[in-house]
């Protein structure tokens, strides 16, 4: 059977020059379910405010980020997609596009329709479930596609971070840092706002739940709760203690984001005497500017600054060999 398997991860600007960071800017925050707030006010609040203003100091970062290859965010996961296709039979294609910039989703669709394939296989390449990630791809996706003469039968795979595979997978790569080497170990995940948690279980309030010990039963589409039990998979991985480790949340917007801040969490520790810790980011399957700047640069600044000695962030899984095979796994195993 003629399958094509499209890989669809966040996104890049095409350079880290203002010029091309101003456009990726306006795409990504224009998305309703990035900034959910009503139209109007969003358009102004990102065209006329946080795109002219915030995209020179972006740019900045970016440069940081950008290598000989370009944005790591897309060459490797170009670099997986080519691991992928290489264990894959010859009717069974691997594509690659971002969210926001390019290669767009678009544009990567219309050559999955010239292929003429009979299963599209839709994997965002995000481990837990939020609206602003896997919710935008699926809708972007079923928008573009809605429309074609012949729309073959269609598989997304959803959240995985539950899955042997992905523990397993991301196990490796925490185990090459010798986590006993260290003091504490965090584990970071990229923050939301709360009102997206809000949505999932309106009925009960982040401050009444107890998903940081235990996934609740309205809980296996909540983002908050769906970290803290990667984190407890992780730590029972690994054999590190929940008395050696911590959950926290990163790059926020607003105060209005998930708690705790990982930012704050960071100074904390090193003023709790910390001297090296070690950070997992499990809600990057690849290295991009929040796993590399924010944390292996910036938070290593923080940690320093109050006291620390050593951040030592872990790599993510990126275009690792057992990566490829894990990801492979789980869109087998997805139904």
Sequence with gaps: MRKAILLINVGTPDSPKTKHVRPYLREFLGDKHVIDIPAIPRWLLVNMIIAPFRAPKSAKLYQQLWTSEGSPLLYLTQNLAKKM?????????VFVAMRYGNPS????LEQIKLA???EIVIV????????????TVVEKVMNLIQNWTVIPSMKVVGQFYNHPAFIQAFTKQITHYNPPEFDHILFSYHGLPESHIHRIHPAKKIASCSCENQLPEDGHFCYRATCYATTRLLQASTDISPEKSS??????????????????Q??????????????????FVTDCLETI????????????????????????LNDEDYWAEALLEIIENKK
């Design 85 to 93: 296709q290489s264990r894959l039979k010859a009717q069974e294609q």
């Design 105 to 108: 989703v678009k544009s990567v």
């Design 116 to 118: 003429q394939p009979e």
């Design 124 to 135: 965002p390449m995000y481990p837990h479930y939020a609206e602003s990630t896997t919710g």
């Design 247 to 264: 959950t926290a949340f990163q790059s926020r917007l607003t105060k209005q984001w998930l708690r705790p801040f990982a930012d704050e």
């Design 266 to 283: 960071v100074i904390q520790l090193a003023k709790q005497g910390v001297k090296k810790l070690l950070v997992v980011a499990p809600a």
């Design 293 to 316: 700047v924010e944390i292996g640069y910036e938070y290593e600044l923080l940690f320093k600054e109050h006291g620390g000695e050593k951040l030592q962030l872990v790599s993510s």
